[in-house]
Each structure stands twice: as structure tokens, then as C-alpha cells.
């Protein structure tokens, strides 16, 4: 099999850690898939978005002995099935990702947006946070709500219910 260069192995590790965000999102903090400390986890995170006022770099210090033993796991597999040089490509790009996405969920609920694409995320947020749990899993983008169909919107609602909720 042709294999891809550096750069697509990377950008395959992005989308991954975007897909990964969702599954933990959606079964491991909405559902028991991933045990009950993840869903515990999680739930906290609903009752108080700040969590605390805990800063970003204490919460990947937290997680550091998941992230560590999920990328083990994933590497293995990776190597298993594209040999070891293209799996530590790929899992960077996912810690890359997670990085960057954890940090994203963080800003969202800690400080006001700047882009319109920030305020339309934080809305998207917002309404899983807010509205209906059962909607609007990704973090960072709406991608994977869209694939499996879990993306809402918010119409219908009355005007500024989300804002007036997030407070
Ligand atoms: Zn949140
Ligand atoms: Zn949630």
C-alpha cells in the first residue's frame, strides 16, 4: 500500500482526535462507556462550565496519566496496522489536536469569543450546555454532530434563551 507523507499522517491524527473528542464527549461523559469517574468527570464539568477556576495547564497536569495511557494504546494499534513511523505521526497529530481542542473548550467558557466562528462554536456549546445535552457533543466544530446526526441548531427556541441561560 502507497503510503501517505508526514504531513497527511498529521492532518489524519487532527480528524481523529476531533472523532475521539466526540466519542468521549457523547459515551464517555453522557454515558458509562468509558466508567463512571469519566461520566462523573464530565457531569462536574455541566454543573460548573469553570470547573473551579481550575487553569488549563493543572487540567492536562490532571490528565496527563490518561492522555499518556490512551496514546499507548492507540499507538500500538496505529503501528500494528501502519508501521511505527507513521503511527507516531499520527498520534501526534492527535495529542496535537487534543491539545488544541481541550484548550478551545477551555477559552470558550473562560473568556468572550473574537471571531464570529468563536461566537457561533460558543452558541453551539451553549445549547449542549443550556438546552439539550443530547445535542451539539463537538468542542471545536460541529463536524461529527452533522455525521451522526446529534447536531441542533437552536431554532425554534425563544429569542436569547441560550445567552440568558449561559449567563
Ligand atoms: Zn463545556
Ligand atoms: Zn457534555
Redesign the pocket.
Known amino acids: 500500500m502507497q503510503m501517505l507523507p508526514a504531513s497527511l499522517d498529521a492532518a489524519a491524527g487532527l480528524l481523529v482526535a476531533t472523532l475521539l473528542e466526540y466519542v468521549h464527549h457523547r459515551w464517555g461523559g453522557h454515558a458509562r462507556a468509558l466508567g463512571e469517574r469519566v461520566r462523573t468527570s464530565h457531569q462536574l464539568?455541566h454543573g460548573d462550565?469553570l470547573e473551579g477556576g481550575v487553569g488549563y495547564g493543572e487540567k492536562l497536569r490532571q490528565r496527563a496519566p490518561l492522555i499518556a495511557g490512551a496514546s499507548a494504546v492507540l499507538l500500538a494499534g496505529a503501528a500494528a496496522i501502519f508501521g511505527p513511523r507513521h503511527a507516531a505521526v499520527v498520534i501526534l497529530g492527535v495529542l496535537a489536536g487534543y491539545a488544541y481542542i481541550e484548550g478551545y473548550?477551555h477559552r470558550?467558557?473562560h473568556r468572550p469569543p473574537t471571531t464570529a466562528f468563536g461566537r457561533w462554536m460558543r452558541r453551539h456549546?451553549h445549547l449542549h450546555?443550556f438546552v439539550d445535552s443530547r445535542a451539539n457533543y463537538g468542542f471545536s466544530s460541529p463536524l461529527w454532530d452533522v455525521v451522526f446526526r446529534t447536531r441542533r441548531d437552536g431554532r425554534g427556541l425563544p429569542s436569547g434563551r441560550v445567552e440568558r441561560a449561559a449567563g
Do not use: A, S
Open positions: 464539568h462550565p473548550h470558550m467558557h456549546h450546555h
